[in-house]
């Protein structure tokens, strides 16, 4: 293990993988949902997956399989609603199973973060078209255009100011876009940054990975940013969400490991199991333990000791 991954103070964590397809399905986006389980995207076999805390897993398959589910969040109305990237679709599906699918009117939208918004409604990102896209429960679409063309917007989050936050992932910088459509830009300092996934911390920031760059992110609500190194510059981390500890927890795509960020930036690094696991999706489970999909085709659960 390298020496910077075991540093003094560093918080001991447990982590079990969960086998649930094989590895051409491609576990990717994952959520808690509001039945006690975890809900997963299989992004090449189609499929909507669905893991219990004890391990026990199945999977729904959507029409056509070849529509790419990506993210997948909780919606305001009790079921799961998923972006179907290649399919260009918003998905909705019940605990019980029932899909129910919603083109997108814009030609090869491509979408990709969706994630509940303070209205609601679902925001979604629509990183072929360039546009923040809104969708009620009952399937009403709307979108934006983004003020920046070839954006690729990608990860999508509720901010603590009524205010959707997105990443720019080829713009090299955050959007916000308020209810009425309004967008503002915050460019970042480097040019490399190629900014992935965002989430809402707990310190009333929103914090977000530089995939590029290897750092991770902070930007408060009136666009002061700060940013932070991880030990390994190849590391591109993709995902990030908040956890029940008060930190952000992030996945390392390029290194498969999962790591965690505390508010005053201190980073700590977990390796997974597996070599080469490929973690994406991250999100808090209802058992207070932090559940990533692995690309290998495993749920990784990580609990602190």
């Given at each position: 293990?390298?020496?910077?991954?075991?540093?003094?103070?560093?918080?001991?964590?447990?982590?079990?993988?969960?086998?649930?397809?094989?590895?051409?399905?491609?576990?990717?986006?994952?959520?808690?949902?509001?039945?006690?389980?975890?809900?997963?995207?299989?992004?090449?076999?189609?499929?909507?997956?669905?893991?219990?805390?004890?391990?026990?897993?199945?999977?729904?398959?959507?029409?056509?399989?070849?529509?790419?589910?990506?993210?997948?969040?909780?919606?305001?109305?009790?079921?799961?609603?998923?972006?179907?990237?290649?399919?260009?679709?918003?998905?909705?599906?019940?605990?019980?199973?029932?899909?129910?699918?919603?083109?997108?009117?814009?030609?090869?939208?491509?979408?990709?973060?969706?994630?509940?918004?303070?209205?609601?409604?679902?925001?979604?990102?629509?990183?072929?078209?360039?546009?923040i896209g809104r969708i009620t429960t009952d399937g009403h679409i709307t979108g934006f255009p983004l003020p920046v063309t070839g954006a690729f917007p990608s990860a999508?989050?509720?901010?603590?100011?009524?205010?959707?936050?997105?990443?720019?992932?080829?713009?090299?910088?955050?959007?916000?876009?308020?209810?009425?459509?309004?967008?503002?830009?915050?460019?970042?300092?480097?040019?490399?940054?190629?900014?992935?996934?965002?989430?809402?911390?707990?310190?009333?920031?929103?914090?977000?990975?530089?995939?590029?760059?290897?750092?991770?992110?902070?930007?408060?609500?009136?666009?002061?940013?700060?940013?932070?190194?991880?030990?390994?510059?190849?590391?591109?981390?993709?995902?990030?969400?908040?956890?029940?500890?008060?930190?952000?927890?992030?996945t390392e795509w390029g290194t498969g490991r999962v790591g965690r960020i505390t508010p005053d930036g201190r980073i700590d690094e977990y390796d997974l199991p597996t070599?080469?696991?490929?973690?994406?999706?991250?999100?808090?489970?209802?058992?207070?333990?932090?559940?990533?999909?692995?690309?290998?085709?495993?749920?990784?659960?990580?609990?602190?000791?």
């Open positions: 293990m390298p020496h910077h991954l075991d540093r003094p103070g560093r918080p001991d964590v447990a982590i079990v993988e969960l086998p649930v397809s094989d590895r051409a399905a491609g576990p990717y986006g994952i959520t808690a949902g509001p039945d006690g389980a975890l809900w997963f995207t299989l992004v090449h076999h189609g499929r909507i997956g669905r893991i219990t805390p004890d391990g026990a897993h199945t999977s729904y398959q959507l029409a056509p399989a070849s529509g790419g589910p990506s993210v997948i969040t909780a919606g305001p109305d009790g079921a799961l609603w998923f972006t179907e990237f290649r399919g260009h679709r918003i998905g909705r599906i019940t605990t019980g199973g029932d899909i129910a699918p919603f083109p997108l009117p814009t030609p090869e939208a491509g979408p990709f973060g969706i994630a509940a918004g303070p209205d609601g409604a679902l925001w979604f990102t629509e990183a072929g078209a360039g546009r999508i989050a509720a901010g603590p100011d009524d205010r959707m936050w997105f990443t720019m992932n080829q713009a090299n910088a955050i959007g916000a876009i308020a209810d009425d459509g309004v967008v503002t830009v915050h460019p970042l300092p480097a040019p490399d940054s190629a900014p992935v996934g965002i989430t809402a911390g707990t310190d009333g920031a929103l914090w977000f990975t530089e995939i590029g760059a290897g750092r991770i992110g902070r930007i408060t609500p009136d666009g002061t940013i700060g940013e932070f190194a991880l030990p390994d510059p190849m590391a591109r981390p993709h995902a990030i969400t908040a956890g029940p500890d008060g930190n952000c927890w992030f070599p080469s696991s490929e973690p994406h999706g991250i999100a808090p489970g209802p058992d207070g333990a932090i559940w990533t999909a692995l690309e290998i085709g495993t749920i990784a659960r990580l609990t602190a000791q």
